[in-house]
């Protein structure tokens, strides 16, 4: 790219279409054209998954934001020809989806040609001509992306370049994803796997494991002559039966009725149709480790606690300021996770998949089936007990199979009844319960991105009918806490990160004598 087309890009407003009509008819006409450029004997047309359908249903259009701090002022035209040798070559951001399912059509993935600059956006912001600081500028820019329909004739992405320096970056990339492409996981690691190491720019980021040591694995079925080891593995076979048997009928009457206790942070009708407002705050991984030591738990288990005591003494201070009342003892809140039950493929795995002719043998798609994860509304004594109530629940729903009929069921609901009869069900479920908690561990070294360094990334998700959404990323030795929020609905949501940064440092000191 020259500088005339650098200009070119700058001056170019950001490309959305407003109805679906136009983009159908010219997505059918760049699909031929991309289907004649197909080379390699690759496949050029596969079915949308339901899960993919699913996220095209109006109520529940939902789309990936991630929000990347970057160390330098970004080259525009080397940020181009990196996305053109990897992610461009990854089938689903090649690929544009036709949706009309009339006449026994089945909705698709149809491979195209893909032109880079049609993705990358560079919007006129220019914060010397706005009285707004530049973190203002950028909150208030990717808020206005959750608005803005991305345009269905075109790969389902696009990446914008606010070139311009925060109290945190020199520059700030957005790049946004519809998630009918991947769920949040296997996009955050096919991001990582355009990125490289900046120290090593050859080789990949290296994840972060912090996991609790697992225990060395038994045989599935104990042998015969000892009894009592049978007996047990027939017990455990039970309990596993039994909890998940629980966990369904939980699901089941919350799709139906059981709605979680109207607090602050419950939408209202619409609330997935309005403007979210990301925001995100850092916090040291050293703490959130320091805390996983002291009670031989998880990162999981932490941030379930974190998140617990966080929302609690927002509620605390909501209630008694406006309430004049003490935080009520009775008040059900519930998070969704999404899993996807499908292997992600690794980084590794995922770098083949983009270069000519290796890894078309690997798996990718929404296999998705829900969690719904119980946080107790309480101000303990002792800070240790959000720990200890996370971990129970953590330890609990992994001896359940609730993720796996959840997607079984929503799979069996789509082929008889159709994607509209899940798509309710879904959005049912979501209203019935209060917030969406997420966590994905980061690379451990400094990446860089097409050789711009990463300072820190903090993604996200709107579409879903909720007000809030609580996702954590670690990256290097640091924590984002990225929240997203119908501002409608939560007018202070800085408060939400201050209570859950707070909580944070209140239970490290209280394992402080434990160590």
């Known amino acids: 790219m020259d500088s005339n087309d650098a200009a070119t890009l700058k001056k170019r407003p950001l490309a959305i279409k407003t109805t679906r009509s136009s983009p159908e008819t010219e997505g059918h006409e760049r699909a031929r054209k991309g289907g004649e450029g197909a080379s390699n004997g690759e496949i050029t047309e596969e079915p949308l998954s339901p899960a993919g359908r699913l996220f095209h249903q109006p109520n529940f259009n939902c789309h990936i934001v991630a929000v990347m701090g970057i160390g330098k002022p ?3 035209a080397v940020l181009k020809a990196g996305l053109e040798v990897t992610l461009i070559r990854h089938p689903r951001f090649s690929s544009i989806q036709l949706l009309d399912e009339s006449k026994g059509k089945k909705a698709r993935w149809v491979r195209t040609n893909v032109n880079v600059d049609d993705h990358i ?10 009285s707004s600081p530049p973190d203002k500028l950028v909150e ?40 009918s492409l991947g769920d949040g996981t296997s996009l955050t690691s096919l991001l990582l796997a355009c990125t490289r190491k900046s120290a090593d720019p050859d080789a990949l980021p290296s994840l972060a494991d912090l996991s609790r040591p697992r225990p060395r694995p038994r045989r599935s079925r104990p042998a015969s002559k000892n009894p009592l080891s049978f007996l047990l593995w027939l017990w455990a076979i039970f309990m596993l039966a039994w909890r998940t048997l629980v966990d369904v009928a939980a699901f089941v009457i919350t799709a139906l009725f059981l709605k979680d206790t109207a607090t602050p942070f419950t939408g209202t009708e619409g609330v997935e149709f309005r403007r979210k407002r990301f925001l995100h705050r850092t916090v040291e991984l050293d703490d959130v480790k320091q805390i996983k030591n002291a009670m031989h738990c998880t990162v999981n288990d932490v941030l379930l606690g974190i998140t617990s005591f966080g929302l609690s003494k927002y509620l605390e201070r909501n209630y008694g300021e406006n309430n004049k009342k003490k935080l009520p003892t009775n008040i059900r809140m519930r998070s969704t996770l999404l899993v996807n039950i499908r292997p992600t493929p ?5 770098s083949d998949m983009m270069e000519e002719g290796k890894g078309k043998g690997s798996k990718w798609g929404n296999w998705l089936g829900y969690i719904i994860l119980p946080f107790p509304v309480v101000m303990y004594e002792d800070p240790l007990d959000y720990i200890r109530k996370g971990k129970a629940t953590a330890d609990r729903k992994k001896k359940s199979l609730e993720a796996i009929f959840t997607y079984m069921s929503g799979d069996l609901i789509v082929k008889i009844f159709g994607i509209k009869a899940a798509a309710a069900l879904c959005h049912r479920l979501l209203t019935h319960t209060t917030f969406s ?16 360094p990463i300072v820190y990334l903090a993604p996200s998700v709107y579409g879903h009918p909720q007000a809030l959404t609580v996702h954590y990323q ?11 929020v119908d501002d409608s609905v939560i007018p202070d949501p800085h408060q939400i990160l201050d209570d859950l940064a707070e909580s944070l440092i209140i239970i490290r000191d209280a394992t402080a004598t434990r160590l």
């Not at 908690?437 to 711009?452: K, T």
């Not at 670690?474 to 997203?484: E, G, L, R, T, W």
């Open 74 to 76: 970004i080259d525009v």
């Open 121 to 130: 956006i560079i919007p006129g912001v220019d914060p010397t001509a706005s």
């Open 140 to 179: 208030d820019y990717v808020s206005s992306l959750s608005t803005s329909p991305m345009d269905l004739s075109r790969p389902l992405w696009d990446l914008h370049v606010l070139n311009f320096p925060t109290s945190e970056a020199a520059a700030v990339i957005v790049l946004r994803i519809h998630h």
């Open 346 to 350: 690794g980084i590794h795995a995922l």
């Open 437 to 452: 908690f997420s966590n994905i561990m980061g690379p451990v070294e400094e990446v860089a991105f097409y050789g711009h």
């Open 474 to 484: 670690s990256y290097m030795n640091k924590m984002k806490i990225v929240i997203a």
